[in-house]
């Protein structure tokens, strides 16, 4: 069950800062319940678009925020959603500025408000994306170089698919 409320938080943190839909996790919740003979309370009630704070306290991201972790591993989730054409820039620069606005300070925060800034300006066309692009990339490997996924990582590669 712990794999489960993991990689929920894991889904709950993606719609927080921008990557998925609330219909995206919602249907996620729907397809994780009807593929469960006893669903936890926290999936029915994130299938309704109800809190699951109250079933599971993991899930709370205000008792429970956003750590620099879960940062490097949503970010490493998002660069390979781009790469793999399931995503759109304007996705990974909401993601970025997401996640970036979870740190008042330090150099992950900076990091990833940059790179929402610099992927804007491109796409406003203020910058050139062909000039900006190793800038990008650069900073994105930077962000992404301290992370491991789980083994589960296609679970929000379907999410975004099915989408």
């Not at 919602?26 to 003979?37: C, F, M, P, V």
């Not at 993991?58 to 925020?65: A, E, F, G, S």
């Not at 399931?86 to 940059?114: H, M, N, P, Q």
């Amino acid at each position: 069950m712990s794999d489960l409320v993991e990689l929920t938080r894991e889904m709950l943190i993606a719609e927080s800062v921008g990557l998925i839909s609330t219909d995206q996790l919602t249907n996620w919740a729907d397809s994780k319940r009807l593929g469960s003979k006893n669903p936890p309370h926290f999936l029915a009630a994130i299938s309704r678009g109800e809190s699951a704070c109250q079933y599971e306290e993991r899930l709370d991201l205000t008792k429970n925020p956003i750590a620099e972790i879960d940062c490097y591993q949503t970010i490493k989730r998002a660069s390979a959603l781009y790469e793999k054409g399931r995503v759109d820039l304007k996705t990974l620069s909401i993601t970025c500025e997401g996640l970036g606005r979870c740190f008042e300070y330090g150099e992950l925060a900076g990091s990833l408000l940059w790179l929402s800034s610099e992927i804007d300006l491109c796409l406003c066309g203020i910058s050139k994306l062909n000039r900006s692009v190793a800038g990008i990339q650069q900073e994105l490997y930077k962000c992404i170089d301290h992370t491991v996924l789980p083994n589960d990582q296609e679970d929000l590669a379907e999410v975004v698919t099915a989408g």
